[in-house]
């Protein structure tokens, strides 16, 4: 799945992918994922492709090897969610 230049992606229910991404982000992409269950075999869950990410996590699990990875500005909030994995790497760039 692509999040695009300043769209908003929204994932709900279950995915289940034999590796990741999941979801890719574009600059000033903005994905909701609520009350959802995302999983992948191997690989990253949430890609950061490109600046000004805002990644919100409510009610959900993840699982991956990594949960969220990216750069530059990405901002990540979570609220009442499990997460199953090696990292959680979002890296300073800069």
Partial sequence: MECGI?????ITG????PSGPIVRTGINCRVEITEATLSVG???VVEVG???A???ITGSTLR???????GMTTTVDVTDSAMH??????PALG
């Fill in 64 to 70: 991956g090897d990594t949960i969220v990875e990216g």
């Fill in 14 to 17: 279950e995915v289940n992918l």
């Fill in 6 to 10: 300043n769209e908003t992606v929204r």
């Fill in 85 to 90: 994995a090696t990292r959680l790497s979002i």
């Fill in 54 to 56: 805002q990644i919100h």
């Fill in 42 to 44: 191997s690989g990253t």
């Fill in 50 to 52: 490109a600046p000004n």
